[in-house]
């Protein structure tokens, strides 16, 4: 039927959002299921990028904390449509607080190990944002490259946000920036040769 979801997952999105649109309203029963639902996610995705539990576990209670002040402010159009985006966002920006914090009273908390397997969904949910027929060219870069391209458009972060994020310094991250994108942009041109219809190229 025109105007409901097609899939679980987009039923489980519209249903994350209106989740948010209920804890806006101060719903506590609302903000509960959204906790419930997300925080596993999130904490998954924290402990990819920072190896101190304490840290996880402190932002997630000020980035639950902030989504109860501020779940007014989510839009539909923001972050695609994207609750789990949105949430994703106001986590991983607390994240960088807490380095920041941490930094200037002691060493920097160690960052998470980068495990050599298989895609993770947020790699997935990166091929996904910037189309498709990328996640090969996505799968072939190094390590490296690869978390700035997450950090910058998977997670919607400045330079410097990625800089702290990461732990290098601002240069690093527009080298590592530039070069992502030119790899990107002569495996897909590579790939082109093979689908001679591909435009993808030209997003790079």
């Keep these: 039927m025109k105007g409901f979801p097609s899939t679980s997952a987009a039923r489980g999105e519209a249903d994350d959002a209106e989740l948010v649109r209920r804890v806006a309203k101060g719903d506590r029963a609302a903000f509960e299921e959204l906790y419930r639902r997300t925080s596993p996610w999130l904490t998954v995705r924290l402990r990819r990028r920072c190896a101190d ?30 609750a789990m985006g949105w949430l994703w966002t106001i986590a991983a920006r607390r994240l960088i607080d807490a380095f920041r914090r941490r930094a200037r009273h002691a060493q920097p908390p160690p960052a998470a190990a980068i495990a050599d397997v298989a895609p993770a969904a947020e790699e997935e949910a990166l091929a996904a944002t910037v189309g498709d027929g990328v996640g090969d060219a996505l799968a072939r870069l190094a390590p490296e490259l ?59």
Excluded: N
Aim: glycine residues 8%.
């Design 146 to 204: 690869r978390q700035v391209l997450q950090a910058m458009v998977l997670d919607g972060l400045s330079v410097r946000e990625t800089a702290v994020l990461l732990g290098v310094p601002e240069g690093t991250v527009k080298t590592r920036a530039r070069r992502a994108r030119a790899s990107m942009r002569e495996t897909l041109e590579a790939l082109k040769f093979g689908d001679p219809g591909s435009r993808e190229a030209a997003t790079w």
């Design 53 to 82: 539990e304490q840290i996880v576990a402190e932002v997630l209670q000020e980035t639950f904390l902030a989504v109860w002040r501020a779940a007014d402010r989510f839009s539909g159009a923001s972050v695609d449509g994207s």
